[in-house]
């Protein structure tokens, strides 16, 4: 028997093989995922918010942990999960007034405790805080609790999927791997420079009473958005 009758159809036509989207698959997926982290959105705004009301290495550890709970999406989405949710308008709901909720209480402790950054920046205090954990937790929270993550999944990463070399859970699990690394790198970029602009308005301490609560109020107007959202 010829080496050819020995291959299997769906590995001989199109040379599709192995368990990895196509190379013109790749390109419209990165594309496609640029433009969509690059849109200001939930974590965008969280990521920036968090920089300027608790400073860097919390916002970093945010955009960590947001990064994750996205991927943790994805990886719902790649085993059916995502599918419940986009089709029960109950679990949807469910999950946009939880994670919006989480948002504006967020925004709230913010604006409520704004002075004390400005009294551990002139040094009459110090900036109470829960720690590493707690900031990573925060963004673990935001990022599992973004319905609109999950339909972006839903609808996107099966177009993405090169359907010939199957396994195709597992390649959807690959692509929002990927997808979670470039939000990481993005939103730790907005990060920093979103600590940039709160460190230069620190060098007269009181300004970052009228910070915290810009920041604060910026994650309460988004929470509002996430409820006001179809």
């Known amino acids: 028997m010829s080496e050819a009758r020995k291959t299997p159809a769906r590995f001989r036509a199109g040379e599709q093989t192995g368990t990895v989207p196509t190379s013109s698959q790749w390109v419209a997926f990165l594309v496609a995922s640029i433009l969509f982290i690059q849109v200001p959105g939930p974590s965008l705004l969280f990521t920036i918010g968090r920089a300027l009301t608790v400073g860097r290495r919390e916002a970093l550890l945010s955009v960590a942990g947001n990064a994750i709970g996205v991927t943790t999406q994805a990886l719902l989405v790649a085993v059916g999960l995502g599918a419940v949710v986009a089709a029960s308008v109950t679990a949807y709901t469910v999950i946009k007034l939880a994670g919006a909720a989480y948002v504006i209480w967020l925004g709230i402790q913010a604006i409520r405790h704004r002075r004390?950054?400005?009294?551990?920046?002139?040094?009459?205090?110090?900036?109470?805080?829960?720690?590493?954990?707690?900031?990573?937790?925060?963004?673990?929270?935001?990022?599992?609790?973004?319905?609109?993550?999950?339909?972006?999944?839903?609808?996107?990463?099966?177009?993405?999927?090169?359907?010939?070399?199957?396994?195709?859970?597992?390649?959807?699990a690959v692509l929002g791997t990927v997808f979670g690394a470039m939000a990481l790198c993005s939103d730790s970029v907005w990060a920093l420079l979103a600590a940039r602009a709160r460190e230069w308005f620190a060098r007269k301490p009181a300004r970052l009473d009228k910070l915290g609560?810009?920041?604060?109020?910026?994650?309460?107007?988004?929470?509002?958005a996430m409820l006001a959202s179809e």
């Open 116 to 172: 004390e950054a400005r009294e551990a920046m002139a040094g009459h205090g110090a900036l109470v805080t829960a720690g590493r954990g707690h900031a990573l937790r925060v963004g673990v929270l935001v990022g599992l609790t973004n319905p609109k993550t999950i339909l972006f999944f839903v609808a996107f990463l099966p177009q993405f999927v090169n359907t010939g070399a199957g396994h195709v859970d597992a390649q959807m």
């Open 213 to 224: 609560a810009t920041g604060g109020v910026m994650m309460v107007g988004l929470g509002a």
